[in-house]
Protein backbone atom coordinates (compact mmCIF):
# COMPACT_ATOMS: atom_id res chain seq x y z
CA UNK A 1 0.00 0.00 0.00
CA UNK A 2 2.21 1.20 0.15
CA UNK A 3 4.39 2.23 2.17
CA UNK A 4 3.23 0.05 4.05
CA UNK A 5 3.54 1.21 7.77
CA UNK A 6 3.79 4.61 9.68
CA UNK A 7 7.28 6.23 8.37
CA UNK A 8 8.93 5.77 11.35
CA UNK A 9 9.41 2.31 11.03
CA UNK A 10 12.30 0.83 9.75
CA UNK A 11 12.60 -0.88 8.11
CA UNK A 12 -8.85 -25.20 0.77
CA UNK A 13 -8.52 -25.73 -1.87
CA UNK A 14 -11.46 -26.01 -4.24
CA UNK A 15 -9.09 -24.05 -6.79
CA UNK A 16 -5.92 -25.13 -6.36
CA UNK A 17 -5.83 -27.50 -9.23
CA UNK A 18 -6.48 -24.33 -11.52
CA UNK A 19 -3.29 -22.62 -9.67
CA UNK A 20 -0.80 -25.63 -9.09
CA UNK A 21 -1.15 -26.14 -12.53
CA UNK A 22 0.79 -22.23 -13.57
CA UNK A 23 3.04 -23.13 -10.28
CA UNK A 24 6.23 -21.66 -10.40
CA UNK A 25 5.32 -18.57 -12.71
CA UNK A 26 8.17 -15.95 -12.22
CA UNK A 27 5.50 -13.78 -12.45
CA UNK A 28 6.50 -12.81 -16.64
CA UNK A 29 4.40 -9.56 -17.15
CA UNK A 30 2.44 -11.35 -20.59
CA UNK A 31 -0.85 -9.31 -21.60
CA UNK A 32 -1.76 -6.04 -22.47
CA UNK A 33 -4.08 -4.70 -20.78
CA UNK A 34 -7.44 -3.14 -22.39
CA UNK A 35 -6.58 0.47 -23.84
CA UNK A 36 -8.93 3.11 -23.65
CA UNK A 37 -7.54 6.02 -25.39
CA UNK A 38 -3.82 6.39 -26.38
CA UNK A 39 -2.52 7.00 -23.04
CA UNK A 40 -5.11 5.22 -20.42
CA UNK A 41 -5.79 1.57 -19.43
CA UNK A 42 -8.20 -0.74 -17.49
CA UNK A 43 -6.88 -3.43 -15.48
CA UNK A 44 -9.69 -5.62 -16.23
CA UNK A 45 -11.03 -8.86 -14.66
CA UNK A 46 -9.45 -10.92 -17.91
CA UNK A 47 -5.65 -9.31 -16.86
CA UNK A 48 -6.31 -10.25 -13.18
CA UNK A 49 -7.11 -13.41 -13.97
CA UNK A 50 -4.01 -13.94 -15.97
CA UNK A 51 -2.08 -12.29 -12.98
CA UNK A 52 -2.92 -15.87 -11.09
CA UNK A 53 -2.73 -17.93 -14.27
CA UNK A 54 -6.60 -18.33 -14.21
CA UNK A 55 -9.25 -17.65 -16.53
CA UNK A 56 -11.88 -14.77 -16.29
CA UNK A 57 -14.48 -17.28 -15.64
CA UNK A 58 -12.62 -19.07 -12.64
CA UNK A 59 -12.52 -15.74 -10.61
CA UNK A 60 -14.81 -15.95 -7.95
CA UNK A 61 -17.94 -13.90 -7.99
CA UNK A 62 -16.43 -12.00 -5.00
CA UNK A 63 -13.49 -10.93 -6.43
CA UNK A 64 -15.83 -10.38 -9.34
CA UNK A 65 -18.04 -7.99 -7.70
CA UNK A 66 -14.94 -6.20 -5.90
CA UNK A 67 -13.24 -5.47 -9.61
CA UNK A 68 -16.82 -4.23 -10.64
CA UNK A 69 -17.44 -1.64 -7.90
CA UNK A 70 -13.49 -0.28 -8.36
CA UNK A 71 -11.81 1.89 -10.59
CA UNK A 72 -8.56 0.46 -12.19
CA UNK A 73 -8.21 3.06 -14.51
CA UNK A 74 -4.76 4.44 -14.95
CA UNK A 75 -2.75 6.16 -17.62
CA UNK A 76 1.09 6.61 -18.62
CA UNK A 77 3.92 8.92 -16.92
CA UNK A 78 5.09 11.73 -19.16
CA UNK A 79 8.53 12.19 -18.79
CA UNK A 80 8.56 15.05 -15.85
CA UNK A 81 6.33 12.79 -13.58
CA UNK A 82 8.46 9.67 -14.65
CA UNK A 83 11.52 12.17 -13.37
CA UNK A 84 10.18 13.36 -9.91
CA UNK A 85 8.80 9.89 -9.24
CA UNK A 86 12.17 8.54 -9.73
CA UNK A 87 13.77 11.45 -7.35
CA UNK A 88 11.12 10.89 -4.83
CA UNK A 89 11.69 6.89 -4.41
CA UNK A 90 15.63 7.87 -4.41
CA UNK A 91 15.37 10.24 -1.25
CA UNK A 92 12.96 7.81 0.66
CA UNK A 93 15.41 5.36 0.39
CA UNK A 94 18.04 7.62 1.20
CA UNK A 95 15.78 9.02 4.35
CA UNK A 96 15.48 5.19 5.36
CA UNK A 97 15.40 5.17 8.97
CA UNK A 98 18.49 3.03 10.74
CA UNK A 99 16.89 0.45 12.36
CA UNK A 100 14.81 0.17 15.75
CA UNK A 101 14.73 -2.72 18.24
CA UNK A 102 12.19 -4.83 18.27
CA UNK A 103 10.90 -3.51 21.71
CA UNK A 104 10.68 -0.09 20.11
CA UNK A 105 9.23 -1.52 16.68
CA UNK A 106 6.38 -3.01 18.55
CA UNK A 107 5.32 -0.42 20.50
CA UNK A 108 5.20 1.14 17.48
CA UNK A 109 2.76 -1.01 15.54
CA UNK A 110 1.16 -1.12 19.20
CA UNK A 111 0.15 2.63 19.11
CA UNK A 112 -1.25 2.48 15.21
CA UNK A 113 -3.04 -0.07 16.38
CA UNK A 114 -4.51 1.70 19.56
CA UNK A 115 -5.42 4.60 17.20
CA UNK A 116 -7.26 2.00 14.91
CA UNK A 117 -9.36 0.49 17.67
CA UNK A 118 -10.56 3.69 18.64
CA UNK A 119 -11.43 4.93 14.76
CA UNK A 120 -12.90 2.00 14.43
CA UNK A 121 -14.73 1.79 17.63
CA UNK A 122 -16.38 5.05 16.64
CA UNK A 123 -17.52 3.53 13.51
CA UNK A 124 -18.93 0.67 14.57
CA UNK A 125 -16.45 -1.42 12.81
CA UNK A 126 -17.40 -1.37 9.19
CA UNK A 127 -15.06 -2.17 6.81
CA UNK A 128 -13.90 1.08 6.19
CA UNK A 129 -12.75 2.24 9.47
CA UNK A 130 -10.17 -1.06 9.76
CA UNK A 131 -8.87 1.26 6.77
CA UNK A 132 -5.17 1.41 8.19
CA UNK A 133 -4.63 5.01 8.44
CA UNK A 134 -1.46 5.06 6.89
CA UNK A 135 -2.16 3.58 3.28
CA UNK A 136 -1.02 6.39 1.64
CA UNK A 137 -3.75 5.69 -1.53
CA UNK A 138 -0.16 6.96 -3.31
CA UNK A 139 -0.72 8.39 -6.40
CA UNK A 140 1.56 6.26 -8.52
CA UNK A 141 1.46 2.59 -8.65
CA UNK A 142 3.89 -0.09 -10.42
CA UNK A 143 1.97 -2.17 -13.06
CA UNK A 144 3.44 -4.46 -15.54
CA UNK A 145 6.93 -3.66 -15.45
CA UNK A 146 6.28 0.53 -15.39
CA UNK A 147 5.23 3.32 -12.64
CA UNK A 148 1.59 4.33 -13.68
CA UNK A 149 -0.79 7.06 -12.07
CA UNK A 150 -4.15 5.25 -11.26
CA UNK A 151 -7.75 7.71 -11.80
CA UNK A 152 -8.64 6.66 -8.00
CA UNK A 153 -6.41 6.92 -5.06
CA UNK A 154 -8.50 4.02 -3.92
CA UNK A 155 -7.00 1.70 -6.86
CA UNK A 156 -4.24 -0.23 -4.62
CA UNK A 157 -6.47 -0.71 -1.41
CA UNK A 158 -8.98 -2.10 -4.38
CA UNK A 159 -6.78 -4.09 -6.11
CA UNK A 160 -5.59 -5.51 -2.39
CA UNK A 161 -9.22 -6.55 -2.01
CA UNK A 162 -9.41 -8.11 -4.90
CA UNK A 163 -6.07 -10.60 -4.56
CA UNK A 164 -7.19 -11.43 -1.41
CA UNK A 165 -10.34 -12.51 -2.38
CA UNK A 166 -8.59 -14.76 -5.05
CA UNK A 167 -6.28 -16.47 -2.73
CA UNK A 168 -9.23 -17.10 -0.08
CA UNK A 169 -11.09 -18.85 -2.69
CA UNK A 170 -8.65 -21.07 -4.14
CA UNK A 171 -6.98 -21.42 -1.15
CA UNK A 172 -8.85 -21.11 2.17
CA UNK A 173 -12.69 -20.93 1.82
CA UNK A 174 -13.00 -25.11 2.02
CA UNK A 175 -11.12 -25.68 5.11
CA UNK A 176 -12.48 -25.22 8.66
CA UNK A 177 -10.19 -22.72 10.18
CA UNK A 178 -7.75 -19.77 9.26
CA UNK A 179 -5.23 -17.98 10.87
CA UNK A 180 -3.67 -14.95 9.80
CA UNK A 181 -0.14 -14.00 11.30
CA UNK A 182 0.03 -10.22 11.32
CA UNK A 183 -3.78 -9.35 11.27
CA UNK A 184 -3.24 -5.74 12.32
CA UNK A 185 -6.46 -3.97 11.73
CA UNK A 186 -7.74 -7.56 10.97
CA UNK A 187 -9.89 -6.10 7.77
CA UNK A 188 -8.43 -9.30 6.05
CA UNK A 189 -10.26 -11.39 8.58
CA UNK A 190 -13.36 -9.28 8.64
CA UNK A 191 -13.77 -9.86 4.95
CA UNK A 192 -12.44 -14.09 4.60
CA UNK A 193 -15.10 -13.93 7.71
CA UNK A 194 -17.98 -12.83 6.16
CA UNK A 195 -17.42 -14.39 3.09
CA UNK A 196 -16.89 -17.46 4.67
CA UNK A 197 -18.99 -17.54 7.83
CA UNK A 198 -18.08 -21.37 8.29
CA UNK A 199 -14.60 -20.41 9.03
CA UNK A 200 -12.96 -20.36 12.09
CA UNK A 201 -11.04 -17.67 12.43
CA UNK A 202 -7.53 -16.63 14.59
CA UNK A 203 -5.86 -13.05 13.80
CA UNK A 204 -2.41 -13.04 15.77
CA UNK A 205 -0.07 -9.89 15.83
CA UNK A 206 1.98 -9.03 18.22
CA UNK A 207 0.46 -6.04 19.07
CA UNK A 208 -1.85 -5.98 22.17
CA UNK A 209 -4.29 -3.76 20.36
CA UNK A 210 -4.63 -5.21 17.21
CA UNK A 211 -5.64 -8.73 19.20
CA UNK A 212 -7.93 -6.52 20.75
CA UNK A 213 -9.59 -5.13 18.00
CA UNK A 214 -9.96 -8.48 16.30
CA UNK A 215 -11.85 -9.80 19.67
CA UNK A 216 -13.72 -6.45 19.31
CA UNK A 217 -14.87 -7.19 15.68
CA UNK A 218 -15.69 -10.59 16.87
CA UNK A 219 -18.01 -9.77 19.83
CA UNK A 220 -19.61 -6.51 17.60
CA UNK A 221 -20.74 -8.53 14.57
CA UNK A 222 -21.10 -12.11 16.17
CA UNK A 223 -18.30 -13.84 13.96
CA UNK A 224 -16.33 -16.69 14.97
CA UNK A 225 -13.30 -15.16 15.12
CA UNK A 226 -10.49 -14.69 17.92
CA UNK A 227 -7.29 -12.83 18.52
CA UNK A 228 -4.23 -14.55 20.23
CA UNK A 229 -0.76 -12.33 20.74
CA UNK A 230 2.35 -13.88 18.61
CA UNK A 231 5.50 -13.10 18.00
CA UNK A 232 7.19 -13.99 14.90
CA UNK A 233 10.17 -14.02 16.51
CA UNK A 234 9.46 -16.01 19.27
CA UNK A 235 6.54 -18.59 18.01
CA UNK A 236 3.86 -19.66 20.56
CA UNK A 237 4.67 -23.59 21.08
CA UNK A 238 1.46 -24.15 22.55
CA UNK A 239 -0.06 -23.25 19.60
CA UNK A 240 -0.83 -26.53 18.74
CA UNK A 241 -4.44 -26.40 16.67
CA UNK A 242 -2.66 -25.84 13.15
CA UNK A 243 -3.21 -28.62 11.73
CA UNK A 244 -5.17 -28.59 8.78
CA UNK A 245 -5.44 -25.27 9.17
CA UNK A 246 -4.45 -22.47 6.74
CA UNK A 247 -2.21 -20.10 7.17
CA UNK A 248 -1.78 -16.89 5.61
CA UNK A 249 0.83 -13.73 6.12
CA UNK A 250 -0.36 -10.50 4.31
CA UNK A 251 2.27 -7.70 4.22
CA UNK A 252 3.26 -8.66 7.70
CA UNK A 253 6.48 -11.54 7.01
CA UNK A 254 7.82 -8.36 5.39
CA UNK A 255 8.29 -6.98 8.61
CA UNK A 256 10.94 -9.61 10.25
CA UNK A 257 13.95 -9.15 7.47
CA UNK A 258 16.41 -11.92 7.25
CA UNK A 259 14.90 -13.45 10.25
CA UNK A 260 11.99 -15.41 9.24
CA UNK A 261 13.16 -18.57 9.71
CA UNK A 262 12.31 -19.57 13.26
CA UNK A 263 8.42 -18.85 12.17
CA UNK A 264 8.58 -20.63 8.78
CA UNK A 265 10.71 -23.83 10.74
CA UNK A 266 7.30 -23.30 13.84
CA UNK A 267 4.61 -24.16 10.90
CA UNK A 268 6.82 -27.08 9.33
CA UNK A 269 6.77 -28.41 12.33
CA UNK A 270 2.97 -27.42 13.57
CA UNK A 271 2.06 -28.84 9.97
CA UNK A 272 -0.82 -26.91 8.73
CA UNK A 273 -2.95 -27.26 5.68
CA UNK A 274 -1.97 -24.75 3.48
CA UNK A 275 0.53 -21.83 4.06
CA UNK A 276 -0.26 -18.47 1.81
CA UNK A 277 2.25 -15.46 2.08
CA UNK A 278 1.22 -12.02 0.05
CA UNK A 279 4.62 -10.55 0.51
CA UNK A 280 7.62 -8.44 -1.28
CA UNK A 281 9.56 -11.48 -2.53
CA UNK A 282 13.11 -9.76 -3.15
CA UNK A 283 14.41 -12.44 -5.25
CA UNK A 284 11.08 -12.03 -8.17
CA UNK A 285 12.84 -8.39 -8.52
CA UNK A 286 15.42 -8.84 -12.10
CA UNK A 287 18.55 -6.51 -10.78
CA UNK A 288 19.19 -5.73 -14.57
CA UNK A 289 15.73 -3.39 -15.11
CA UNK A 290 15.84 0.07 -13.89
CA UNK A 291 12.29 -0.12 -12.02
CA UNK A 292 13.32 -3.18 -10.39
CA UNK A 293 16.44 -1.40 -9.20
CA UNK A 294 15.04 0.89 -7.19
CA UNK A 295 12.38 -1.58 -5.28
CA UNK A 296 15.69 -3.56 -4.62
CA UNK A 297 17.25 -0.70 -2.83
CA UNK A 298 13.70 0.66 -1.17
CA UNK A 299 13.34 -2.89 0.08
CA UNK A 300 16.99 -3.13 1.25
CA UNK A 301 16.63 0.26 3.09
CA UNK A 302 13.62 -1.02 4.93
CA UNK A 303 15.12 -3.89 5.49
CA UNK A 304 12.44 -5.83 4.06
CA UNK A 305 11.61 -10.11 3.56
CA UNK A 306 15.53 -11.25 2.41
CA UNK A 307 15.75 -14.69 1.63
CA UNK A 308 12.51 -15.98 2.65
CA UNK A 309 11.53 -17.92 -1.01
CA UNK A 310 15.40 -19.25 -1.06
CA UNK A 311 14.98 -21.16 2.41
CA UNK A 312 11.38 -22.23 1.10
CA UNK A 313 13.62 -23.87 -2.07
CA UNK A 314 16.03 -25.42 0.36
CA UNK A 315 13.01 -26.61 2.32
CA UNK A 316 11.22 -28.54 -0.39
CA UNK A 317 14.90 -29.52 -1.59
CA UNK A 318 15.15 -31.36 1.96
CA UNK A 319 11.82 -32.71 0.95
CA UNK A 320 10.42 -30.95 4.29
CA UNK A 321 8.03 -29.45 2.00
CA UNK A 322 6.03 -28.62 -1.25
CA UNK A 323 5.40 -25.16 -2.72
CA UNK A 324 2.23 -25.34 -4.71
CA UNK A 325 2.60 -21.36 -6.08
CA UNK A 326 4.74 -19.09 -6.34
CA UNK A 327 3.76 -15.67 -8.37
CA UNK A 328 4.71 -12.25 -9.27
CA UNK A 329 1.27 -10.22 -9.65
CA UNK A 330 3.38 -7.13 -11.25
CA UNK A 331 1.29 -4.79 -9.15
CA UNK A 332 3.03 -2.71 -6.53
CA UNK A 333 3.14 0.41 -4.27
CA UNK A 334 5.36 3.53 -6.03
CA UNK A 335 8.23 2.10 -3.71
CA UNK A 336 7.74 -1.88 -4.51
CA UNK A 337 5.87 -4.78 -5.20
CA UNK A 338 4.19 -5.88 -1.83
CA UNK A 339 2.44 -8.38 -3.54
CA UNK A 340 3.76 -11.26 -4.44
CA UNK A 341 2.18 -15.04 -3.69
CA UNK A 342 3.98 -18.10 -2.61
CA UNK A 343 1.74 -21.07 -1.55
CA UNK A 344 3.41 -24.25 0.10
CA UNK A 345 2.42 -26.77 2.35
CA UNK A 346 4.76 -29.18 4.91
CA UNK A 347 5.29 -32.65 3.02
C1 LIG B 1 2.06 -3.78 7.42
S1 LIG B 1 1.15 -4.46 8.75
C2 LIG B 1 0.07 -5.58 7.91
C3 LIG B 1 -1.17 -5.86 8.65
C4 LIG B 1 -2.22 -6.66 7.87
N1 LIG B 1 -1.79 -8.02 7.61
C5 LIG B 1 -2.57 -5.96 6.57
O1 LIG B 1 -2.62 -6.61 5.52
O2 LIG B 1 -2.84 -4.74 6.61
C6 LIG B 1 2.34 -5.53 9.51
C7 LIG B 1 1.79 -6.23 10.74
O3 LIG B 1 2.78 -7.14 11.23
C8 LIG B 1 2.84 -7.04 12.63
N2 LIG B 1 4.17 -7.48 13.06
C9 LIG B 1 5.36 -6.90 12.80
N3 LIG B 1 6.35 -7.60 13.38
C10 LIG B 1 5.79 -8.65 14.01
C11 LIG B 1 6.29 -9.72 14.80
N4 LIG B 1 7.59 -9.86 15.07
N5 LIG B 1 5.43 -10.65 15.28
C12 LIG B 1 4.10 -10.51 15.04
N6 LIG B 1 3.54 -9.52 14.33
C13 LIG B 1 4.39 -8.59 13.81
C14 LIG B 1 2.56 -5.58 12.95
O4 LIG B 1 2.12 -5.39 14.28
C15 LIG B 1 1.49 -5.29 11.90
O5 LIG B 1 0.21 -5.57 12.38
Not at 69 to 75: E, G, L, M, T, W
Request: charged share 25%.
Amino acid sequence: MRAKEPLSIPGGTRNAAKLTSFAHNHGTMTGMPETLGTETWQLDSQRIAQMFGLQRSQLPASALAKIAQSDFRHRALSGEEREAVIKRIQARIAAAPTPVLDQSRRDLWARVWEGQRTKATAGNFDAATLEPDFVAGEPIIRLDGDFRIPLSARMELDFYAVVRRILFDCWIGQRQSAFEFGCGSAFNLLDLAELYPHLSLVGLDWAPASVALVDDIARRKALRMEGRLFDFFAPDETLNFLQHAAVFTFCALEQTGERHERFTDFLVRSRPGICIHLEPILEFYDPRRPIDQLAIAFHNARKYLTGFLTNLHAFERSGRIKILDQRRLGFGSVFHEAYSVVVWQPA
